[in-house]
C-alpha cells in the first residue's frame, strides 16, 4: 500500500499527539478569551507558543494584555481561523475615564525579535496636541471630559483627532503629534466627538499572518505550528462560543452543537462566509438544499460554500451533515472545512473541487469531458472505497441515502469524492437492521426495501444498492430511466443491458468499438452493478465484495439472476416501484 499520501496525517496526528502530552502548553483562559498557539501566557514556560506574542492576564480585571514597545493594549478578540487579534486603547474601556488615548500601535516589526502585526484594511487617524484652539472641520475635539472653555485638562493644550490621510507635514504649526492609531477612520470630518471615540471603543484588527520570511529558523516554526493551532486550539475557542452564544433561532442545532466535543471544523460568522464568498459573487449550481457558492479563504484555499435554504426538516439536514462529515478524514470522502450557524443562516464550506459534480461529466451535451474507460473503472473504485469507508471504517456506521451522480465530487485529477450528507444517519456498527421512521433518497438510486418494506430490513445495503444504480449510468452515460430513447426496450437501461449481457451480444456503449481492455472493464462494472441491485437487500454484496468484485478476473465472476423478479411477483410492475420512488425524492 502507497503511504506517501498518509504520511502528512500521519506527522500531525504525532505532532498533536506530542502537544497534547504537554500540559503546561494547553490553551488556557483568562476572561472571554482562549489564549493558545501562537499566542502564550507569560506564566507558561518559554517553550509554549512563540515569545514574540506573549500576552499577560491582568488579574483585577480578566483582561487580556498585551505589552509592546512599553505601550500598552487590551485584546478584545482573537480569530484563530483567521489569524486576526483586535485590540483597544486601555483608556477607552472606562467610560468614566477623561483620558485621551495615546498608545501608538507599531505596524510591524523589523526583525525577528519583534511583534509583526499587519493592518487590516484600516486607516490612521491622528491624534493632535495644539497651544491654540483650531476652527477647521478637520480637527475634531478630542476632549472627553471638558471644563468651561473646551479644553482638555490645561488651558494652553488642545486635542484634537486628525485624520490620517493629512500629512504630518501639513499639520498647524502650532500642534504637535502625540499618537497615532489605526481605525475605521475613512472620514471623519465634522463627526461629533463622542461618535469618533465610539469608533475607537471598538478597536483595531491586525494580522498577525505576516512574517519576516528572512527569520529561516522561525519560517517552520510558524507553518508547522500554525497548522496545529488550528486543530488545538480551535476546539476548546468553538466549545466556548457554543457556550456564550445564542444568536441560532433553532436550538436544536445549538444543543446539537454543542453536544460534540470531537468536532475538527470551524464555525464561521456569517459575515465572514459573506467575505469568503465576496457576498456569493460565484455561483456554482442550486438544489433543493439551497445554494453552493465559490469561496476563497485568507489563505488562498478555494471553497465550495453551500449556504442552505429555509430548513424543511427543522434543521435534521444541518445536524446530519456536520455530524457525520464533521468527524471523519478519507480520500475518498469531501473533505468538510467549516460550517457557519447564525439564526436562520446556515452554511456549509468544503473544499473546492476543480472538475464539479460526476452528473456533469457523465450526463452533459456536447461539451462534455470524455473520460476514457480506465479513468471510469478508476472514479468507480473510489467512490466504492469512500462508501466502504462510511460504512466500516469509522467508529460509527454511516450510512448515506443518497448515493447518486450528482453527489458525487471530482478534483482536478478526477479523484471522487462522496459529499451531500444531508440525509445521512449515524448507526452503531453492530446495527445490521436500522430504523427509519420516513423513506430517504432519490428517484433512480432509492433501494426498494425503503419503499416496500415486505422485501427486508434497512440497512447499509440500500447504499450498495445506490451505488449500483449509479455503476449503471457510469457504463450507460445516461440516465437509467430515459422515456425519449430510440428504442423502447432501452427505456430502462439495467434490463435492456442485463438481456444483451446475458445472451452475449456485443453492447454498444459509445461510437467508437470497445478494446478488449476496455471490454473487461465494462464486464466487471455490469457483473458488480447488478450484484449492487438485486432486490432483496440479502442477495446484494457489502461494499467490501464490491471492491473484489471490480479486482477479480472476469472468468471467475459470476453473473447474478436478473433484478425486479421479486418485485414483479409482488406488486403490479417494476412501473409501480418507480412511481411509488417519486415519493421520496428529495432533489
Known amino acids: 500500500m502507497n503511504l506517501k499520501p498518509q504520511l502528512p496525517l500521519i506527522c500531525l496526528l504525532a505532532l498533536i499527539a506530542i502537544v497534547h502530552a504537554n500540559d503546561d502548553c494547553a490553551p488556557l483562559r483568562c476572561g472571554n478569551l482562549t489564549i493558545g498557539y501562537p499566542f502564550r501566557l507569560k506564566t507558561q514556560p518559554r517553550n509554549c507558543g512563540d515569545p514574540r506574542f506573549e500576552l499577560d492576564c491582568e488579574n483585577s480585571t480578566d483582561r487580556v494584555v498585551l505589552i509592546?514597545?512599553?505601550e500598552k493594549f487590551y485584546v478584545q478578540n482573537i480569530s484563530y481561523s483567521d489569524y486576526t487579534i483586535r485590540f483597544v486603547d486601555p483608556s477607552l474601556v472606562d467610560t468614566n475615564n477623561c483620558s485621551i488615548p495615546l498608545s501608538s500601535f507599531p505596524l510591524s516589526g523589523s526583525s525577528c525579535d519583534q511583534y509583526m502585526f499587519e493592518t487590516i484594511d484600516y486607516q490612521f487617524m491622528y491624534i493632535v496636541n495644539c497651544m491654540t484652539r483650531m476652527e477647521s472641520r478637520v480637527y475634531i475635539d478630542a476632549s472627553r471630559c471638558i471644563n468651561g472653555s473646551g479644553s482638555s485638562s490645561s488651558?494652553?493644550?488642545?486635542?484634537?483627532?486628525?485624520?490620517?490621510?493629512?500629512p504630518p507635514s501639513e499639520f498647524d504649526p502650532s500642534c504637535t503629534t502625540v499618537a497615532r492609531v489605526p481605525g475605521d477612520f475613512q472620514n471623519i470630518s465634522g463627526l461629533p466627538t463622542s461618535d469618533v471615540y465610539e469608533k475607537l471603543s471598538k478597536g483595531f484588527e491586525m494580522s498577525w499572518r505576516y512574517y519576516n520570511m528572512s527569520c529561516?529558523?522561525?519560517?517552520?516554526?510558524?507553518?508547522?505550528?500554525?497548522t496545529l493551532l488550528g486543530i488545538i486550539c480551535l476546539i476548546a475557542l468553538v466549545t466556548y462560543k457554543w457556550q456564550r452564544r445564542h444568536l441560532s433561532a433553532d436550538d436544536k442545532i445549538e444543543e446539537f452543537l454543542r453536544s460534540q466535543n470531537n468536532l475538527m471544523p470551524i464555525r464561521y460568522s456569517y459575515n465572514e462566509i459573506k467575505r469568503i464568498t465576496k457576498g456569493f459573487k460565484d455561483k456554482l449550481g442550486e438544489g433543493g438544499y439551497g445554494s453552493v457558492f465559490k469561496g476563497k479563504l485568507r489563505s488562498n484555499h478555494l471553497v465550495a460554500v453551500k449556504l442552505l435554504g429555509?430548513?424543511?426538516?427543522?434543521?435534521?439536514?444541518?445536524?446530519?451533515?456536520v455530524a457525520t462529515i464533521g468527524r471523519i478524514h478519507h480520500v475518498n470522502v469531501a473533505k468538510f472545512v467549516g460550517f457557519c450557524v447564525e439564526g436562520s443562516k446556515q452554511a456549509l464550506v468544503y473544499d473546492f473541487m476543480?472538475?464539479?459534480?460526476?452528473?456533469?461529466?457523465?450526463?452533459?451535451?456536447?461539451?462534455k469531458i470524455t473520460l476514457s474507460w480506465q479513468k471510469t473503472f478508476e472514479i468507480a473504485i473510489g467512490v466504492a472505497r469512500g462508501i466502504e469507508y462510511l460504512h466500516r471504517g469509522c467508529d460509527t456506521q454511516i450510512l448515506?441515502?443518497?448515493?447518486?451522480?450528482?453527489n458525487i465530487l471530482l478534483d482536478e485529477n478526477f479523484v471522487p469524492k462522496v459529499s451531500?450528507?444531508?440525509?445521512?444517519?449515524?448507526?452503531?456498527v453492530d446495527d445490521s437492521i436500522v430504523s427509519l421512521t420516513a423513506a430517504r433518497?432519490?428517484?433512480?438510486?432509492?433501494?426498494p426495501e425503503l419503499v416496500y418494506k415486505n422485501i427486508g430490513g434497512i440497512s447499509y445495503k440500500a447504499d450498495v444498492y445506490s451505488f449500483g444504480m449509479l455503476l449503471m449510468e457510469m457504463i450507460g452515460k445516461r440516465k437509467n430511466l430515459n422515456e425519449f430513447v430510440e428504442h423502447s426496450s432501452q427505456t430502462y437501461f439495467p434490463s435492456w443491458v442485463y438481456d444483451r449481457f446475458n445472451q452475449g451480444e456485443d453492447i454498444e456503449l459509445g461510437d467508437a468499438p470497445l478494446t478488449s481492455t476496455e471490454k473487461t472493464i465494462v464486464t466487471k462494472m455490469i457483473i458488480a452493478a447488478f450484484w449492487c441491485i438485486q432486490m432483496k437487500p440479502t442477495d446484494r454484496p457489502s461494499m467490501s465484495k464490491v471492491l473484489e468484485i471490480l479486482d477479480t478476473d472476469i472468468k471467475f465472476l459470476e453473473m447474478p439472476p436478473k433484478p425486479y423478479q421479486l418485485l414483479l411477483e409482488s406488486s403490479s410492475s417494476t412501473e409501480d416501484y418507480l412511481t411509488k420512488s417519486t415519493l421520496v425524492d428529495y432533489n
Not at 451531500?420 to 452503531?428: I, N, P, Q, V
Open 354 to 367: 476543480l472538475n464539479g459534480s460526476l452528473d456533469k461529466i457523465i450526463f452533459s451535451g456536447e461539451d
Open 216 to 226: 529561516e529558523d522561525d519560517q517552520g516554526f510558524f507553518i508547522v505550528h500554525i
Open 68 to 70: 509592546i514597545e512599553q
Open 441 to 447: 433518497g432519490t428517484l433512480g438510486y432509492i433501494a
Open 310 to 321: 429555509k430548513a424543511k426538516t427543522n434543521g435534521q439536514d444541518f445536524i446530519s451533515e
Open 420 to 428: 451531500d450528507f444531508g440525509l445521512a444517519k449515524l448507526y452503531s
Open 400 to 406: 448515506h441515502f443518497d448515493i447518486k451522480p450528482h
Open 155 to 166: 488651558q494652553q493644550s488642545y486635542f484634537y483627532f486628525l485624520v490620517g490621510r493629512t
